[in-house]
């Protein structure tokens, strides 16, 4: 945690509008995320997480800049052991009052705010699981589950036969035909 944040407690994070003065409103927090439920998306966070926002107001509208960080628990890709990992996403995002017109920008859908209050939690939440990759591992050299067995192939040996399946034959056999293939 650096000297300049400050660890909040809640359950909502929450900025009203008229704390945003027109110089902007710089946000250096740690937040405790106990409110998010994440683990029905693969992620639980582990400590705290860290937001570093700027908000920039223009009339009716407020943009949102900076980063957020964690550090979370996934599942492994290929032995779906849980492993650490660090979360990082660059913040780029904008408020609009929910009775506004105002409904996307370049394609782009803004987040609503309501009664002069702008609620930050589906910003950041959704900034975390932005933030995990598609393929995560527990270490560079896993070995997976057996497909024949499903045990954990880092923990035990499970002395099933390591011949390939006829599935593995068939994906090598078709890797074969394209990587033979003529780029014209």
């Known amino acids: 945690m650096s000297a300049e944040a400050v660890r909040v407690p809640v359950k909502t994070v929450v900025v009203r509008l ?3 003065h027109e110089g902007g409103l710089t946000l250096t927090l740690e937040v ?16 705290w997480v860290s937001l570093r ?7 009716v509208e407020v943009s949102v800049f ?3 960080s964690a550090e979370g628990w996934v599942e492994c890709s290929l032995c779906l052991a849980r492993h650490k990992i ?26 609503l705010y309501r009664r002069e209050a702008i609620v930050l939690d ?9 933030a995990v990759p598609m393929r995560s591992l527990c270490r560079p050299d896993c070995l997976g589950l057996c497909p024949q067995c499903g045990e954990d192939r880092n923990q035990v040996s499970c002395g099933c036969s390591t011949e ?11 890797k074969g035909r394209f990587n033979g293939q003529s780029k014209t």
Not at 32 to 47: K, R, S
Not at 53 to 59: A, E, M, S, V
Request: charged letters at 20%.
């Open 53 to 59: 926002l700027q908000f920039i107001r223009q009339g």
């Open 164 to 174: 390939d399946s006829m599935v593995q034959t068939q994906l090598r056999e078709l």
């Open 66 to 68: 900076g980063s957020v």
């Open 32 to 47: 405790d995320p106990g409110g998010w439920n994440l683990e029905g998306n693969g992620l639980v966070i582990d400590g």
């Open 86 to 111: 660090p979360l990082s996403s660059e913040v780029d995002a904008w408020f609009v009052p929910a009775s506004g017109g105002i409904r996307s920008r370049e394609g782009f859908d803004p987040f």
């Open 122 to 130: 589906e910003l950041i939440t959704g900034q975390l699981l932005l």
């Open 18 to 20: 008229h704390e945003i």
